[in-house]
């Protein structure tokens, strides 16, 4: 079975820039979670979609967005990007069936450098 | 709102000796979720293990051992006889059932260095 894959793996942008990123979860997982993991801030949650909508949101302002396709693949979007972007950016794949409790697998990430 | 703190932020210890990983949640809601995830230089953060609020029985698997406690809020991670391939960041993260469906709460993780 093959795992959570993200693409792409590495990517230097200038500010100002928007980036598009990719996932594609676990061949049958409906839910795809986005988070940004920083050394000040930690791991922190951005969004999750199941079956094509946005379920939940964290605490990030409008410049990050989202979406899911009917494959259950998502991208998300970064738009006029600023230096405190830069980030590892990891997309994590469940069933999304369970309320609270669901294992999620984790993409390897990508590397986000903003210059 | 629910808060997870992992109070070392590193811990170093020689091949074979035990180690133990401590976290602490803060939630309000009665049915949650606890995890531990690995994260190896190469990203992935790797599924170690789960367990819900109502089952406090503590677990085994192979080297690695978890310790809930509600009573103190704390589910503790050890690992046995320590090896060098043991090392990386451990995360302990918290899901209430009533804040969202997949929503991860982490700790900000502990590194974990074993050397030879």
């Known amino acids: 079975k093959a795992g959570v894959t993200q693409t792409p793996r590495y990517l230097i942008k200038t500010r100002g820039q928007q980036v598009t990123l990719s996932c594609s979860p676990i061949?049958?997982?409906?839910?795809v979670s986005w988070y940004q993991q920083t050394p000040g801030q930690g791991l922190q949650f951005l969004f999750e979609?199941?079956?094509?909508?946005?379920?939940n949101k964290g605490n990030f302002p409008g410049r990050f967005s989202g979406r899911q396709f009917s494959n259950s693949r998502s991208e998300m979007n970064v738009s006029t990007l600023e230096l405190g972007d830069s980030a590892l950016y990891l997309c994590?794949?469940?069933?999304?069936?369970?309320?609270?409790?669901?294992?999620?697998?984790f993409g390897q990430g990508t590397r986000l450098t903003v210059v | 709102a629910q808060k997870v703190t992992q109070a070392q932020t590193e811990i170093s210890v020689v091949e074979k000796e035990d180690v133990t990983l401590d976290c602490v949640y803060e939630?309000?809601?009665?049915?949650?979720?606890l995890f531990w995830y690995k994260q190896p230089p190469s990203g992935e953060l790797v599924f170690l293990i789960r367990?819900?609020?109502?089952?406090?029985q503590n677990e085994i698997s192979g080297r690695y051992s978890w310790n809930f406690q509600k009573s103190t809020s704390s589910f503790n991670f050890t690992i046995t006889a320590s090896q060098v391939v043991d090392s990386a960041v451990y995360f302990c993260?918290?899901?209430?059932?009533?804040?969202?469906?997949?929503?991860?709460?982490f700790g900000k993780g502990t590194m974990l260095l074993v050397s030879p």
């Open positions: 367990r819900n609020s109502f089952d406090e």
């Open positions: 993260a918290l899901s209430e059932v009533n804040s969202g469906y997949s929503t991860l709460t």
């Open positions: 939630t309000r809601d009665t049915t949650y979720y």
């Open positions: 979609y199941f079956s094509e909508t946005q379920r």
């Open positions: 061949s049958g997982h409906r839910s």
């Open positions: 994590a794949s469940s069933s999304g069936h369970s309320r609270g409790g669901t294992e999620a697998f």
